[in-house]
Structures are given as structure tokens and as C-alpha cells.
């Protein structure tokens, strides 16, 4: 990859040497906590090569091409670490398995908003104004009602994240200023304090939207957020309780069980961050052009949705569900070895060993397995965890069993539906998203607009063709033309009519 040279005629320097072999030049690019600035590489500049296009733009500098961000730095940040080789993940510094042992999820949520553990009276505060803004208002009944008895709960949260920020326009720059959030980076008190109750708005309402997500699905009417509950109390009550008011002398007997919401604090605590992961670059990237918080967190809930990133416990559950029994683990590892089979909950994009979060999630599995009962999964699932951390093929590859894994089996055994799981994934990472976008709102050097460039790879300059005068097939490929698609119902009854009124016409 690089050429060595002898260590004696060499100091350490801060600083990368490049040599572009089109122009002989060399230049010297600065090293920044083991990084360098890629817009560095605009100001190395070259003539158009024979093989160079015009739309290379090689005379305006070197763009650097890195799909899917394999290796690209969008932000300076101090809120979450992972080093994937060795599977560490801290938040703020404190290892996940202390927070997970010994904090709380609010305790944590405070920790990564605001970068430092809280007092007592902090922690009190904050978990008050959280819990104080769980409730909604009532006409977000009818924004529910709305949606069709088998919406996908995903479809109902996302919307209703953009929903919610209708109600609040001193939340949007778009009506109060474009600095309406930026100027607390100066100190501005009412900037940060606006800012601030955007966020307990964000996290209380989180529970109370998912619930009512879930509510719908049921038939039941929806419930008013409980008082005297922990977060987590809260959101399980707001789930399952059949009334949809708040009686509060029935708080110590409508309680849920103290090991179920223990274990889903836990589950939110894992879930709260992780770094730049596609949902919170999404939320960047959406709050970079400076809209409300509420637009900002929709955007990252819709980026979550998909199977890639929020869906992966549910796709254990589909798998373990297909392999049917232990027996038959050996020959499913084998058909995932022939690209036949997918094996989800192992591997992961960032770990290159084991999840960190795994080994604390199997503990929290135990436990809420001796009060829901053994899942029947569990048997294949242990089955599939022992043989493939036994067989070299999966160790060579680093496919360790990740945190998705065991989170899908504890979400079944504790009655969730299995399209619920992401909305699960949700909640706890919404503080996530507000930290990250908090820290971006708070930068001394103001907000950029998230603008990445492209390699063009399409035509140069075409002269436009009239219609009448096109002929055959312009571009031959896949994808290259609108596909046929089969009507039925309405449509198909409508163009059977118009064919016949074209044929009676002609008559």
C-alpha cells in the first residue's frame, strides 16, 4: 500500500506527503486527529488527461469518492466512541457496561446530551421536565384514527414526529429566524433554553407516540400518560393499560412488572446511541439545512424503517422461525456458507469482533426469560449461537453475534409484534439524534449545509430531439424504461371501458 522508507532519515511529522504522478507536484496535507481534510485534495489540480471527461472537472481539484461513507469524518464529535476492533463502546467516556450495570436510561439520556453525568438535583429536573412533557395533545387522536386499521406502526411514528412539530412554531427557524437554535453557541439563554425544551418535548413524547402507534393497531383507546412511573413504567403502562385515563390510586397496582421494565431501561440504554450510524447521520444531514427538531428526528425515524438498519431483530425472529428446530441448524449454516441462506444477528458493519452490547443484552435475556417462560425459539437459537462461534468459517469472517441477536427474542418474549421492534429501536434513540443534533446547533463555527458532490457518470452535452423525430431505443438496460405494471380492481375495469369506447368510436 505505501512505500517504506529507512526510519533513521525520518521525524515524526503531522502530516501526509503526496506526490500526483500526473503533474510531478508534491504536496504536504496536515494530519488532524488521525485525519486529514479532504477538501485539501480540491486545490490538486491537473490538465484533462486523454481519458479525462469534461464532467471529471479536472482542472478544479481532486474530489475524494468514498461510497456508503466507509471511511469519511462528517463531524467532529464527543458524544459516543466505538472501537470496533477490539468492541468497546463508550458514551462520553463511561463503558457501556457500567452504564448498562448501574445507570438509568434518563440518567444515561442526560449523559449524552449534555456530556456529563448529573447530579441528584440535575437528574431530577431532568427526568421531571421529560415526564411533564409525555403528554399530547388531544387531537393527535384523530391524526392516529386516520391512518388504516393495518398501518405499519413505523409509517404512523415517522409521520407523527413531523406531525408534532406543527404545534410548535417558536420550534421552527424556518418562521423565527434561521439562528432561532444557532445562536445559543454565543450563550444566548433563550436560544438554549428553546432549544432545550424541544428535546424533553422530542424524548417525553417519544413513549406517548409509540404507544399510541401501537394502541391503534389494537382497538383500544388511547392512554394518558401515568404519573409516579419511571420512563420506562411509564411507556409499558401507556402500552398495555386498559383504561384511558390516569388513575392515580391504581398507579401500585397497574405497575408494570419491575424485571420487564428493568429490562427494557437496560435495551434503551444499549440503544440510546451509536455513534454516526445511518439514522443519526440522517438527522444531520436533514438538520444541517436548519428545519424544526421534530422534521429533523421524522427523517431519522424514516432512515431507521428500513431492513438495513431498524429491522435487523426482526429479521433474527423470521430466521430462527424458518430453521424450525435445532436439528436443523447445521444445514441452514451450511446454505448461508453458499450464499443461499442470510444469517442475521451476527457480524456488524462497525465490530469487528464481538458486540460489547451483546454480552450484557443475553444477561438481561436470562432474566426475562424466568418471567415470561422460555421462548421455543431459544433452543434454535442457542443452537445456531454455538455452532457458528465453533465453526471457522464465521470466526475467520469476524461474525460474531451482535446485539440484535438477543434483542428480538427478549421483544418476543415479552409480547411485542415483531413490526413493533423498530419502533422499540425508536424511542431510546431519539436522545441520540437530539444530542447529536444539539452538539451540531451548539458548533462555534456555525452550521454547514451537508452538501456531498457526486462522480457524474452520465451523457456529456445531447442536443434536445423533437418527439416525432426519435427512433428505436435510446438506452438499453435494466431499469432504463417505465415497467409494465399489472392493474386489477378499478383501473382494470376503467381501461377495459376506455378500449371499449375506442372500438364503439371507430364503428
Known sequence: MGKQFPASKLERDESLRVVDNRTGKEYTVPITHNSIPANFFKGIRAAAGPND????ETERGLRVADRGFLNTAVIESRITYIDGDNGVLRYRGYPIEQLAERSSFL?????????????????????????????????????????????HPMSMLTSAFAYLGSYYGEANPS???????????????????????????????????????????????????????????????????????????????????PVLAKALDILFILHADHEMNASSTTVLQTGSSLPDPFSAVAAGCA????????????????????????????????????????????????YKTSDPRSFIIRKVADEVFAVTGRDPLLDTAMALHDAALKDDYFVSRKLAPNVDFWSGLIYRAMGFPMDF?????VVPRVVGWVAHWRQMMLSPSGV???????LYL???????????????????????EPSVIEH???????????????VRSKL
Open 107 to 151: 440518567e444515561v439520556s442526560y449523559l449524552l446530551i449534555y456530556g456529563a453525568l448529573p447530579s441528584a438535583s440535575q437528574l431530577s429536573h431532568f427526568t421531571s421536565e421529560v415526564l411533564l412533557h409525555g403528554p399530547i395533545h388531544s387531537d393527535a387522536e384523530g391524526f392516529f384514527r386516520a391512518f388504516r386499521y393495518d398501518a
Open 448 to 454: 454547514k449545509i451537508w452538501r456531498p458532490r457526486q
Open 488 to 502: 386489477s380492481g378499478m383501473t382494470k375495469r376503467r381501461k377495459l371501458a376506455e378500449a371499449a369506447g375506442k
Open 53 to 56: 471527461r469534461p464532467e471529471d
Open 458 to 480: 452520465g451523457p456529456s452535452t445531447r442536443d434536445y430531439v423533437p418527439l416525432e423525430e426519435r427512433t428505436g431505443t435510446f438506452q438499453v438496460g435494466v431499469g432504463m
Open 421 to 425: 421492534f423498530p419502533v422499540l429501536f
Open 303 to 350: 432512515s431507521l424503517y428500513g431492513p438495513l438498519h431498524g429491522g435487523a431483530n426482526e429479521a433474527v425472529i423470521r430466521m430462527l422461525i424458518s430453521i424450525g428446530s435445532p436439528k436443523n441448524v447445521p444445514a441452514f449454516l451450511e446454505a448461508v456458507k453458499k450464499r443461499q441462506k442470510v444469517l442475521s444477528g451476527f457480524g456488524h458493519r462497525v
Open 175 to 257: 418562521l423565527q429566524g434561521q439562528d432561532l437554535f444557532t445562536k445559543a453557541a454565543k450563550g444566548d439563554p433563550a436560544a438554549l433554553q428553546n432549544m432545550d425544551r424541544q428535546i424533553f418535548r422530542l424524548i417525553g413524547k417519544a413513549t406517548t407516540l409509540a404507544a399510541m402507534a401501537y394502541r391503534i393497531r389494537q382497538g383500544r383507546d388511547f392512554v394518558v400518560p401515568p404519573t409516579g412511573m419511571s420512563y420506562t413504567e411509564s411507556f409499558l403502562y401507556q402500552l398495555d393499560h386498559l383504561s384511558p385515563t390516569d388513575h392515580l390510586s391504581e398507579l401500585h397496582s397497574n405497575k408494570p412488572h
